[in-house]
């Protein structure tokens, strides 16, 4: 990472390295503000899941495609109700999507994916 943004920096210059920064390093800033001790969505969603006691979690995870392009989609159910819904390439993203889509939906934030569609949409309330 540091050869990437320090080649940028030689063959560009300082703001064109500091965007570069900014695009890849900004949203697990703005991730980490928002987590708090918690290292991952999914431990953050566990906790927060447990101190309002509203049962196990469960990750149901399809997918679909063909081997070399699959992609999965999973649904965080918890106590029985589904909360969050993710997709990526792998399970363990398409976790992450739904444990964060379910965070934000238990603690009221408010966001929208990229068709401008309210995230947490999935969560019976």
């Known amino acids: ?3 990437l943004i320090g080649a940028t920096y ?3 210059d300082i703001e064109t390295a500091r965007q570069l920064v900014m695009r890849l390093i900004g949203p697990l800033l703005k991730d ?3 987590l708090g001790a918690g290292t991952d ?3 953050s969603i566990q906790e927060l899941a ?3 006691q509203l049962g196990t979690i ?3 995870v399809d997918g679909a495609g063909p081997d070399h392009a699959r992609t999965f989609t999973a649904v965080l159910n918890i106590g ?7 997709s990526g390439h792998s399970k363990k993203e398409a976790e992450q999507e739904a444990a964060a889509d379910a965070w934000r939906v238990l603690s009221g934030a408010k966001s929208t994916d990229a068709s401008g569609t309210s995230a947490g949409s999935v969560a019976a309330k």
Do not use: L, P
């Open 80 to 86: 029985g109700t589904a909360y969050g819904k993710g």
């Open 10 to 12: 030689v063959s560009n």
């Open 32 to 34: 980490a503000a928002v």
């Open 58 to 60: 469960h990750y149901a």
């Open 50 to 52: 447990a101190s309002r």
């Open 1 to 3: 990472m540091e050869a």
């Open 41 to 43: 969505w999914k431990t």
